[in-house]
């Protein structure tokens, strides 16, 4: 794999994060499920 490919997937996988907390956040979610997204976002 060329590593523009992991950094596109990576790249795509924050943005999934992204989207999941602020879907978390608009319907209330827990704040474990929050903390837990903001954790692997920092990673």
């Keep these: 794999m060329e590593m523009k490919e992991i950094r596109n ?3 795509e996988s924050r943005k999934v994060f992204r989207d999941l907390l602020n879907f978390f ?3 209330g979610g827990n704040s474990k499920e929050i903390h837990y997204i903001n954790f692997r976002l920092r990673r």
Excluded: I, Y
């Design 9 to 11: 997937d990576f790249l």
């Design 25 to 27: 956040e608009k319907e």
